[in-house]
């Protein structure tokens, strides 16, 4: 219990889950806090009211940050930004990670007195070291990988909840893509309309996709190819929007 910090770093995925889960078991009591851009997945979502009410009999609970610690110029959901701004994420140029997740921690943890460097604790596998190697990982101490992550959920009695993030994120992967196609073919359209928006301040044209193939070209393969079964492992997998 020692290398416990006050502040844990939630994103609603495994590894911060298991992460959170074992502290409640130790008796921990600090802050569990989740940086909410307005557009993580509805999954996600129900998970963080499942996951509160399991904390509560813990005497945790979940803080949740939304536009009231962000700048000015993103008070608005991440999702009503990019159609404002004419802006999509982008892997090379993560602003919407640093408005939407990392600048309004640090807000909280200066606003209730805590270093946002030295006091929040994050919630990175042992087998994922190479992720933030200058923050503080209990999991990687305890050398706690990702599949002991999702046993330590089950035995909980908890469901293992889906890849925490935004649902449009540049990270996913085409079998990804494809089941948002399928199953939300509502966002999927709007990805494809706020991508033919934006473009970078030069006027070049740009994609969600770090390959550069445009989103309705993608919708174009979906529908014309055969379907593919899902690598639902994918699902599991820890968001990177942070790396």
């Not at 502040?7 to 074992?22: D, E």
């Not at 270093?115 to 070291?129: F, H, L």
């Not at 055969?226 to 639902?232: A, N, V």
């Amino acid at each position: 219990m020692h290398n416990l910090r006050p502040v844990l770093s939630f994103g609603g995925g495994v590894n911060s889950t298991a992460l959170a889960i074992l502290l409640a078991q130790q008796g921990w009591h600090g802050h569990i806090v989740f940086c909410d851009t307005g557009a993580e997945y509805d999954e996600t979502y129900h998970f963080l009211q499942v996951f509160d009410g399991w904390l509560s009999q813990h005497r945790l609970s979940i803080t949740l940050l939304g536009g009231e610690y962000r700048e000015e110029h993103y008070k608005m959901p991440l999702t009503r930004a990019m159609e404002q701004y004419g802006q999509v994420p982008l892997i090379r140029a993560r602003w919407c990670t640093t408005a939407y997740k990392i600048d309004p921690l640090r807000r909280w943890c200066t606003e209730h007195g805590y270093d946002p460097d030295e006091d929040v604790m994050v919630g990175i596998a042992y087998d994922e070291a190479h992720r933030q190697p200058g923050k503080i990982r209990p999991l990687v101490e305890w050398r706690i990988t990702r599949d002991m992550c999702a046993q330590i959920i089950r035995g909980a009695g908890l469901p293992v909840p889906r890849k925490s993030g935004c649902w449009f994120c540049p990270f996913q992967s085409y079998s990804q893509l494809r089941h948002l196609f399928l199953e939300r073919p509502d966002r999927f359209a709007w990805m494809i309309w706020i991508e033919q928006r934006a473009s970078f301040g030069s006027g070049r044209r740009i994609t969600f996709h770090p390959d550069g193939e445009p989103m309705a070209q993608i919708a174009l393969r979906f529908r014309t190819n055969q379907p593919t079964l899902f690598d639902l492992s994918e699902f599991y997998q820890p968001c990177l929007c942070r790396v």
